[in-house]
């Protein structure tokens, strides 16, 4: 039923958290491009795909992941399947499951500085800014 009406387990999850139908091929595109510029790419992707939502249901799942059992379940499924596990294979080293989870530490550390306890400068930043500051922490930890 999961397929029929959802598609994938993706889009089921997707429906649960209302989230925008742009981000699943936003999460696409990470991964067409070149290793030496995923961290730009993960920077950039977050950020426009937060700003533009007026719901930002991740941002609200993020915020309720520390008090809610469901919620911080649904959020590590969620990045350890779309992100973490595949930023690993790509990068296919020893310690590619450390590096990948690296960047999941930067990502939720800039999102929940910029949207939900709006941490000045970080909240009112530009995307392309964010991007150039963070977008080589980023990639430091990928590469080193």
Do not use: W
Not at 7 to 22: C, H, P, W, Y
Not at 50 to 60: E, G, N
Not at 78 to 85: V, W
Not at 90 to 114: E, F, K, W, Y
């Amino acid at each position: 039923m999961v397929f029929y009406f959802f598609g994938t387990k993706q889009g089921l999850f997707g429906a649960v958290i209302e989230l925008s139908e742009d981000v699943p091929p936003a999460i696409e595109s990470l991964f067409d491009g070149e290793l030496g510029t995923l961290g730009e790419r993960v920077v950039r992707t977050l950020l426009e795909n937060l700003d533009k939502s007026d719901r930002t249901p991740l941002v609200m799942l993020t915020r309720s992941a520390p008090t809610d059992p469901k919620s911080e379940a649904l959020l590590r499924e969620f990045i350890d399947r779309e992100i973490t596990g595949r930023i690993a294979a790509l990068l296919g080293t020893p310690d590619a499951l450390r590096r990948a989870s690296m960047v999941n530490v930067q990502i939720l550390g800039l999102a929940v500085a910029r949207y939900i306890v709006r941490v000045e400068p970080i909240a009112s930043a530009s995307v392309d800014e964010l991007v150039a500051s963070f977008g080589p922490l980023v990639q430091h930890c990928l590469t080193g």
